[in-house]
């Protein structure tokens, strides 16, 4: 068990919905990372937060955003959601702002019919 | 932008013998390797890491090898065991930018 917390596990919903998916780091941890990992491939990096700032961006699409809260936990919303956003999205929290040893939560199973 | 390579995308091995997997980067900048372990239906796992400064770091049955010239590095496990048989993720990263770019991953089957 990482420390790391996701929810929720599974989420089954049609094309052009909104779903947010929730994070809640480790405690003590400042950063917070997201990651799409679709069927039989790698990591895709999607966003950083660190301490409620953005801090670096990866090929995070439009219909995507992010947010981190005073308590640290962080919400990963996804609207207009089409087939291919299907995936697993991966949540990680590391202590410090700079991207060293990351601890991945379990991760949140999307399927968009 | 960063951009990782990582060979092969399978691998299968008979319990006992070493598996070997490599990653190359692109990004002179990138200067923190780790290697992580993904369990079927579980997050990746950190399994070890190595920084620009060392060229070689082992733990246990594990070890990894980092070429910056070459801009290269790779896992090896020793004595594989049928429990190591998980898909392998390496990744670059450049701590300054807060940015991690992770190979596509290798299944490595470890037959008893």
């Known amino acids: 068990d990482s420390g790391v917390t996701q929810t929720p596990k599974h989420l089954i919903t049609a094309t052009g919905q909104r779903v947010t998916l929730r994070c809640s780091p480790r405690?003590?941890?400042?950063?917070v990372y997201w990651y799409q990992q679709s069927l039989d491939q790698g990591l895709q990096f999607l966003i950083q937060y660190y301490n409620g700032e953005e801090r670096a961006k990866g090929n995070i699409l439009e219909r995507f955003s992010a947010q981190q809260f005073p308590d640290l936990h962080s919400e990963l919303n996804l609207s207009s959601l089409e087939l291919g956003d299907s995936a697993l999205y991966f949540c990680?929290?590391?202590?410090?702002?700079?991207?060293?040893?990351?601890?991945f939560g379990p991760g949140t199973r999307l399927t968009v019919l | 932008g960063e951009n990782v390579e990582q060979h092969p995308s399978t691998l299968s091995v008979q319990e006992g013998d070493s598996a070997v997997i490599k990653c190359t980067y692109s990004?002179?900048?990138?200067?923190?390797f780790p290697w992580y372990k993904q369990e079927l239906g579980k997050g990746p796992q950190l399994i070890i890491d190595?920084?620009?400064?060392?060229g070689e770091k082992k733990d246990q049955r594990i070890a990894v090898t980092l070429n910056k010239t070459a801009k290269h590095f790779s896992l090896h496990i020793t004595e594989t065991q049928p429990e190591d048989s998980a898909v392998y993720f390496c990744a670059a990263t450049a701590t300054n930018a807060g940015k991690s770019t992770f190979g596509d991953g290798t299944t490595l089957t470890v037959k008893p």
């Open positions: 190595i920084r620009s400064n060392v």
């Open positions: 405690s003590g941890d400042l950063s």
């Open positions: 990680a929290s590391s202590p410090r702002l700079v991207s060293d040893e990351q601890f």
């Open positions: 990004d002179s900048a990138s200067n923190y």
